[in-house]
């Protein structure tokens, strides 16, 4: 696992990317959205202490939506055998997503 942050507006995962890692959101906002047709639909809005990503990695599918950085975002970012390891080992992150 390793921690990385990104600023207002940074691509943090793109639609249709492959699902290879889990981001923890340690600190900031986080914009999920879809481009289609030239517009953006928000999604959501992801916030401190939830899993991005974590459903391409569990399904073994390609990113299904893009997310950026609303403002100055933290994350820690697992690989797929640390997210699973995680969650059989920490019932509370296995809880909260």
Do not use: H, W
């Amino acid at each position: 696992m390793k921690q990385r942050a990104y600023n207002a507006g940074d691509i943090i995962l793109k639609e249709g990317d492959p699902s290879d890692v889990v981001y923890k959101i340690v600190s900031g906002d986080v914009e999920v959205f879809k481009e289609r047709d030239g517009q953006t639909i928000v999604l959501g809005l992801m916030k401190a202490g939830e899993f991005l990503g974590e459903m391409g990695v569990v399904d073994d599918e390609p990113r299904s939506a893009s997310a950026r950085a609303k403002n100055q975002v933290s994350v820690i970012i697992y690989e797929e055998q640390e997210f699973f390891r995680l969650l059989s080992q920490d019932g509370s992150s296995a809880e909260r997503m």
